[in-house]
């Protein structure tokens, strides 16, 4: 029999082995951007338009993790609205003893701020997102976007960026973190802001928890886009829980 390399039963982590098995490169010189999703056994990325459904206690414990060590937490407006996202909440310590593991999060322990792309900026300034977050939201807009709309975002609580004339491209997103020192990214969804950035080639690394469970139904696909691609990628590890959760991690080649 073969054996499988790099698979690690979640039982055999201690919190700071699970950390350092999602570890970010060291000396970041570009945005490393990791996309975060679950997905049932059949495929499906929600039930009943929301990822809770599928979230078991591994899948919660990754996420937090994940949360750790990203320097920015990026999102569609589509799934702020369907999740009510409000601002990230990681362990101040655990951000302060990742960045001196050189592993992510940082120096301070501050929250990684949630950006939101969203091309006119149509969302309501009392949100959860601009009244339960510990540091500004980033809102990521086009100049087609009314001004007063953002004024009220500003007024609320929000940084907002203006990226572009009808669209916000995925490079020129990419270039918001960079231009901000916010290397470590983190996207938590939807499907088609996750498809525009695989198919711009701006992926390096997909974490996908397979929930043990069949949904069926409609849903669709955790990527969505204008056209098919193809993006060879490469098993880095696979955690697997009690449950039979699976925890994959994979990156380009």
């Known amino acids: 029999m ?27 010189d570009a945005p490393w951007v990791r996309a975060n999703f679950v997905a049932s056994i059949d495929g499906a ?21 994940l949360r750790e060590l990203a320097d920015v937490i990026v999102i569609g407006a589509g799934t702020l609205r369907a999740e009510d996202y409000g601002g990230a909440h990681p362990d101040r310590g655990r951000r302060i003893a990742h960045y001196h593991q050189g592993i992510g999060g940082n120096a301070e322990g ?16 009392a949100a ?19 001004p007063q709309q953002i004024k009220r975002l500003e007024k609320a609580g929000a940084d ?28 938590e969804g939807g499907p088609h802001l996750f498809g525009q950035l695989a198919e711009a080639g701006l992926v390096d ?10 949904v069926g139904g409609p849903g669709g696909r955790i ?8 993006t060879p990628m490469a098993r880095k590890q696979l955690v697997l829980a009690e449950d039979g959760t699976v925890l994959a991690r994979w990156a380009r080649r």
Do not use: W
């Open 205 to 214: 690394e997909l974490c996908l928890t397979t929930a043990p469970m069949l």
């Open 223 to 230: 990527s969505l886009s204008a056209s098919t691609f193809d």
């Open 45 to 65: 990325f929600s039930i009943s338009g929301v990822s809770a459904g599928l979230g078991t206690d591994a899948d919660k414990k990754v996420f937090t993790v």
């Open 128 to 146: 959860k997102l601009f009244t339960d977050s510990e540091v500004a939201p980033i809102i990521i807009t086009t100049s087609q976007a009314a």
């Open 160 to 187: 907002v960026v203006v990226a572009g004339r009808a669209a916000i491209m995925p490079a020129a997103l990419i270039k918001v973190f960079a231009d901000r020192g916010l290397p470590r990214v983190l996207c």
């Open 110 to 125: 501050t929250p990684p701020p949630i950006a939101v792309v969203s091309a006119t900026a149509r969302l309501d300034p």
């Open 2 to 28: 073969q054996r499988i390399h790099n698979v690690t039963q979640l039982a055999d982590l201690d919190d700071d082995a699970l950390a350092r098995c999602y570890a970010y490169p060291h000396q970041l």
